[in-house]
């Protein structure tokens, strides 16, 4: 049986870098997991499964989606996803019993009460639980304020109210290292104290309260008749301009409703934009993710709970197998833009790029939670690489341009790729060069006023070149908008998360040990990660179905063990808190 | 201590000209012709190209210096593309330019139970495949680039291979492996292995530059001739 808590209590952080049994540590445990449907809680749950038999019991927390029940969505994902593959590998035609015997897939909605969960689960939870493993969260960088903060904040204060009502319980919550926001320098592994990155006072309850305000505020502008007449007119003005003006007056009315929601999303997407960079956060995931945290710390007193931070999530170094990747905001979109003609990326080759294979968090997310489980635990781990074993952009870049080259050469569909293309290195360069993105947009836009000023004759013999320049303008536009997101962590701020806090209770068993400061980026860059990419993110860029897992044995679950509650009471008020997804 | 007798032979080989159609400043140039940028590789052609004419005449005595000179243009290349564009360069150029005469006296030695030492020029790059691929090679000595934070600084790390050194080295090596000069053979190419040629019991000049031709037929060495 596991080691005493009371025990382990007793030695306190006077023990601290005495190694941890993983397996004694979690051994008879019971883990409850949300997120289990994310690139990170899928890989975690895969490698416990494969790998840690001890766990006594995995609650895997999922919603049901478009009338697909969670448990229906877990076989699927079991059975589809190549996550899933050493599991099916190890457990063949017996998986299905195996899951039966370590799973208890449960259905419910985070952001509310109780985690919407039925009575009687939440009893035994109550009764039984041991850690709870927040992975679940809204990962788009720019997304509508409202959702963020249902799926990021909302979320987490109910979980953290969940915990805290269990009997012996203990929250590890999955954040990330950017909730340091814009700034230079080392990141201490930390809890977030009362100021925000831009060095201002910063309340998280306040500022909570003031953004739901706002929210609000954009909801009710929104549903008034001058938004409705303005929508009306934009619908109007596009139909008449594609030649469609003929359109039923329902169609008509359809399109003014879409174009309707689409202004309220953009608007609440700029407020949280606005409210992020306002306090110095470069995006509204990492601004809502600190708020997050901020709650979190305010109840140390009632909560046992480690926030967990990894930076950049990417491919599997190992497990389930190398190059196991479905992260869209991690380095896949940036790859995938220097693969192409476009050549300059602003950025500063010295600036850190903290990436960090996914199995190496998950690792580190099960030896947190080994140490939750013993109360060893420590507040803040970071997870990232730019401490232990720096890759910086530079690098990064040059390694991903060499893959691109290897790729090329090798594999090359055509004399154009393997001559020119294999040698057109992308090149890092400062956000205003001559040739960067915003002049190349000029430029098109340039061409595309001049075509215009052609006189009818030539203009419709033009219309070629035209079409081409719209395009050009839209993939201009795309890369534009991919270098904004990317420009804060690869060329505004400079950061070094110190992570040192796993190193307090290593892994005693070699198999869960954290082996970062081995890993040869150039063997991860060139044979694992942009191979990886290559295989599983670039072809979701290209609006393809990347491969998917065929199981030999499909794993089928009983009826019962699913539940959720059926009391809508318990579920409070769902407006704001719609579309929570997983890491 | 063994009688001399009892000692192993072993046969020195210079790997451009006898084993390699290729040399440094050819791989040196497929470096720089594949750098980062356009701008970058017409600067480091450029600076090869400057330096090939210097590289001609002193490679006729030492190629130490122009060893230096021609890796230069690789000064600032990151330690990524260097290994990269090495496994490339073999891959696409060197591997189809392994002269089979070289192989063959390679084979021959070996079969006459001779240790198989091979003396480059080329950086330890470009010779970790050749080495693993060719398996007949039981040491091998190169240039290695002075890396710092990454990147190549266009040094290379001393001893540089390629002048008159090679027969200390040569020396130092049978001292410790217990080889016997006197008994050791040497297939060079170059005018600055003449001294390695003086110091081994059967040495032999291949495909030679005028130096060495000039150098062998004073000395009445043999001297052959393949397509390189």
Redesign the interface.
Known sequence: MSESRTDASAHGMADAARPLSIRQSLAGRHVFLTGGSGFLGKVWLSQVLTQLPELERIYVFLRPKALVPARQRFEKMINTSPAFRPLHERFGARLSEYLAQRVEVVEGELSDPDLGLRPEVVRRLRRDLDVLIHCAGLVDFKPDLRKALGSNVDATTQIADFVARCDHAALLHISTCYVAGSRHGQIAEQLPDDTAPSGEAFCAQTELADARAAVDAIVRAHDHEDERRIAREDVLEDLQKQGRSDQHPKVIETLVRKRQRERVKQALVDEGMRRATRWGWPNTYTYTKSMAERLLASRADKLRFSVLRPSIVESSLEFPFPGWNESFNGSAPLAYVMGTWFRMVPAKPDAPFDVIPVDLVCKAMTIAAAALAVDRHRPVYHIGSSDRNRC?V??AA??I??SH??HF?ERHRTRQERVLKS?W?A?LVEPDVLMGIKNNRAAVRVWQEALDLLPDKLRKKAEPLAARGRELDESFEQIEMLVDMYLPFMYESFYVFVSRALDTHPALEAEFAYPLAQLDW?KYW?DIHMPGLRRWAFPLIDGKRPERYRSEHPVRLSEAPVSRSDDTSLHGERGLHAGISEV | MQSDNEKQSAVFVRAEGVLLARGARAAAAYFAA?A??FGERALRLGHLAWASPVYEVLGQSDRVLANRLAYLALRGM?E??I??LAQ?YFDNILRERILEGGLELIRRARREGKRVVVIADSLAQVMAPLVAQLRIVDDYVCNHLEIRD?KATGRLVPPVVGGHDSAVWAATYAQEHDLDLARCSAYVSHGPDLLLLSRVGQPCAVNPDYTLRRAARDSRWPVMDYHV
């Open positions: 910086s530079g690098r040059e390694l341009v060499l080259r290897r050469r040698r290195d090149v150039r060139l | 594949n980062a940028g990151s990524d593309r290994a990269e490339e990454g």
